[in-house]
């Protein structure tokens, strides 16, 4: 991997952690009444798909009162709401590229915002596959590297499957082929590891530097807004942050 990592620059962001856990949670919510919808129930001991999903929130530390939340809600007769899945591609302020992924119950109102957040913000939207074709898709682990053996872990990082281990900033960055994510980062559980951050992610390839400062407002604003619209569950782009 070239250049900074997305954890290095997701610590870049202002306020992007705490952005991060929410949209977890209203991911994971979003998930299960579409599994909801699909298998029928709201029971996950009949509902395979919905345990399933449960079983991922609990891995990325949804708390147990929100995923109850979420069941009493359609146990209680609630109908489950249509979401749909859909990526945007475009470009940000000076031409970095960009990739909107989202979880709505209204396409044409999502298309709409990201639309104009890219407009407004960026050089616009483009067709699909404009800039994906730049990034790679890849497990990513970030564990803190405080008080651990770099080539312990490393060795067993390798063992459980990963395709790479680099460090960086004291932390940690674990990646995987997408159909090994699960199995390497279940495996780090059972050797005792927990996460910073652990998730599918679409990897910049290189990365583009913001030189001019208005652009970098720009493009700092424009993830700020992205990141409050609940629609929008993950915003990558090939930005170096310095």
Not at 135 to 151: M, N, Q, R, T, Y
Not at 158 to 174: H, N, W
Request: aromatic share 10%.
């Amino acid at each position: 991997m070239s250049g900074h990592s997305k954890w290095h620059n997701i610590q870049k962001t202002k306020g992007a952690a705490d952005a991060k856990k929410a949209k977890i949670f209203t991911k994971y919510a979003r998930e299960m009444a579409i599994a909801i919808k699909e298998g029928g129930s709201a029971d996950p001991n009949s509902n395979s798909k919905l345990a399933a999903v449960i079983a991922r929130a609990k891995g990325e530390n949804v708390p147990n009162d929100n995923i109850k939340r979420t069941l009493d809600k359609y146990k209680s007769g609630a109908a489950a709401e249509n979401y749909e899945y859909a990526a945007y591609e475009g470009y940000g302020p000076g031409g970095i590229a960009v990739i909107v992924e989202t979880l709505t119950d209204n396409k044409n109102r999502t298309v709409a915002e990201v639309r104009h957040y890219l407009d407004k913000y960026g050089k616009g939207m483009g067709a699909s596959g404009c800039v994906s074709w730049q990034f790679s898709k890849k497990g990513f682990i970030a564990i803190d590297g405080e008080d651990l053996d770099e080539e312990t872990v490393m060795m067993q990082a390798l063992e459980a499957g990963a395709s790479d281990f680099q460090v960086e900033d004291g932390v940690f960055e674990i990646y995987t082929e997408p159909d090994d994510f699960d199995t390497v980062k279940e495996n780090l559980q059972k050797e005792g590891f927990t996460f910073l951050e652990a998730e599918v992610q679409m990897i910049p390839q290189t990365y583009t530097a913001l030189t001019n400062e208005e652009d970098i407002k720009n493009m700092e604003k424009m993830l700020e807004v992205m990141e409050e619209n609940d629609d929008i569950q993950d915003v990558w782009h090939n930005w170096e942050q310095e």
